[in-house]
């Protein structure tokens, strides 16, 4: 399974918005639905901040938000603020081997 | 609460066997879709394995006809016995539940170390 790309990094100065792209194929992004976005704190495991595109668990705050078009996805955070500055995963189911594949990761850095 | 616990990780040899375990509490562990996910030092995360409700289980490539993953519905605990272990198998592996069945785990455990060396 190859895995999905996503920039290396990514910043912003707190108040600002920040979207990280998530690119895949018609394998995977493009056929389905299923794309999600994991935040992991250094030492953490990961947390779902958006499945199925662009729908956020309880608890997550409305800041993010997810989309897709074609074979890409995208996570956006608005209102940046110190906390969320962690590491992203985007996933999407894959269809081969029933598994899901996950992005490289992005960094994201608040300034 | 739900609660995920792994444990069995540890220090193996090239070739040897490990078997974790992941602890269910405030849930039916057979009800969900649950996987293992891990993370080698430094890395980013990978898909291993995931069983369905309905028993049917999946792995990646990378460990298909190495790893099994099983649950005992009785201890409501999901395990995944490792063999034939590889450097590259060393991780942190997680245990991750997903509700729907939608490739998007909301609960995980705190993850177990794996290292693989001589």
């Known amino acids: 399974q190859s895995a999905l790309t996503q920039p290396p990094s990514a910043s912003g100065s707190p108040g600002q918005s920040v979207t990280i792209s998530c690119t895949g194929t018609?394998?995977?992004?493009?056929?389905?639905?299923?794309v999600s976005w994991y935040q992991q704190h250094p030492g953490k495991a990961p947390r779902l901040m958006i499945y199925?595109?662009?729908k956020r668990p309880s608890g997550v705050p409305d800041r993010f938000s997810g989309s897709k078009s074609g074979n890409t996805a995208s996570l956006t955070v608005s209102g940046l603020q110190a906390e969320d500055e962690a590491d992203y995963y985007c996933?999407?189911?894959?269809?081969?081997?029933?598994?899901?594949?996950f992005g490289g990761g992005t960094k994201l850095t608040v300034l | 609460e739900v609660q995920l616990v792994e444990s069995g990780g540890g220090l193996v040899q090239p070739g040897g066997s490990l078997r974790l375990a992941c602890a269910a509490s405030?849930?039916?562990?057979?009800?969900?879709?649950m996987s293992w996910v891990r993370q080698a030092p430094g890395k980013g995360l990978e898909w291993v394995s995931v069983?369905?409700?309905?028993?049917?289980?999946y792995y990646a490539d990378s460990v298909k006809g190495r790893f099994t993953i099983s649950r005992d519905n009785f201890k409501n605990t999901l395990y995944l016995q490792m063999n034939s272990l590889k450097a590259e198998d060393t991780a942190v592996y997680y245990c991750?539940?997903?509700?729907?069945?939608?490739?998007?785990?909301?609960?995980w455990g705190q993850g177990t170390l794996v290292t693989v060396s001589s």
């Open positions: 991750a539940r997903d509700s729907a069945g939608v490739a998007a785990p909301e609960y």
């Open positions: 405030a849930f039916i562990v057979s009800d969900g879709y």
């Open positions: 069983i369905y409700p309905t028993g049917d289980t």
């Open positions: 018609h394998n995977d992004v493009g056929s389905y639905n299923y």
């Open positions: 199925e595109v662009n």
């Open positions: 996933s999407s189911f894959a269809g081969v081997n029933n598994l899901a594949v």
